[in-house]
Every structure is written in C-alpha cells, then in structure tokens.
C-alpha cells in the first residue's frame, strides 16, 4: 500500500457562517496540445513508410492550418469537496481561492 500526498487548488468556497465548504481540483500543470498537433502525431505513428509520410504531412498540415485551433487537455483532475466547522477552516489558515492545499489519501485499516 502506498500513501499519496496530493496538491490541490481552492476553485470554490462557500461560507455558510458556521460552515465553510471548499471544492478543490488537483493541481496539475498541463501543457496544451492543439487538436492538429495531436491529429499529425497519430498520422506520424501510423505510418510506416517514411517516403509516404513525406508527401502526406504538407498536404494535412495544410488543411488543418485552415480549421479553427483547438486546444485539448488531455487529463482528468481530481476533483473533491470538503465541508467543515468554520472554526477548523480558520485553524489551517482561512486558504481562499485560487490559494493550494496538500491532501494526504491512503486506506486506513
């Protein structure tokens, strides 16, 4: 069994006056890869023949240059909300949005 000490970002906070519920989304950097940049990878592992490639990749790039950029993410955050007595909120500080916290997650027997 391994423990897992996880960094997550505030992205809400709700303050009831005696409660305060935070939702937090694990913080993790990504890079953005356009669609076409994904698209030219794909064609680029499915091919074999280098030749082919040769005279194929021109042609697609510019197709795709045409079509509107999408960027992609291509990974799923942990998302996990958190309620508690507004007195335990201030004890850790009062973090706000857009502040980081560390989670530890591990089975307990």
Not at 20 to 39: C, I, N, Y
């Amino acid at each position: 069994m391994q423990d897992e000490s996880v960094r997550f970002k505030i992205t809400q906070m709700i303050d009831t006056g005696s409660n305060v519920t935070l939702t937090l989304s694990e913080d993790v950097e990504l890079e953005a890869v356009s669609q076409q940049q994904r698209m030219l990878e794909a064609v680029d592992r499915a091919i074999a023949d280098k030749e082919v490639k040769e005279q194929i990749k021109p042609i697609l790039e510019a197709l795709l240059r045409s079509q509107p950029q999408t960027v992609v993410r291509s990974y799923a955050q942990t998302t996990i909300q958190v309620s508690m007595l507004k007195r335990r909120y201030e004890k850790m500080g009062s973090p706000r949005v857009g502040e980081r916290l560390m989670v530890e997650i591990k089975k307990v027997q």
